[in-house]
């Protein structure tokens, strides 16, 4: 079971440029079947829940 702290999907939070911005280069990358592209905004995005946010992302978020 999940623990709290953590989520399974990714919302950007309300308000925050940087995550809108990683969620449009990840929905751009998956459009274009960039799989690389895709891989490295979904890394950013889970570094950037982390230390900006406090929030951990569970392994296999959509």
Not at 57 to 62: D, F, I, R, S, Y
């Amino acid at each position: 079971m999940a623990d709290a702290a953590t989520e399974r999907r990714f919302t950007p939070e309300a308000g925050c440029a940087r995550c809108t911005q990683l969620d449009r280069a990840r929905r751009r990358a998956a459009a274009a079947y960039d799989h690389s592209a895709e891989t490295d905004a979904r890394v950013l995005i889970r570094h950037h829940m982390r230390a900006e946010h406090g929030r951990e992302l569970e392994v296999g978020w959509m």
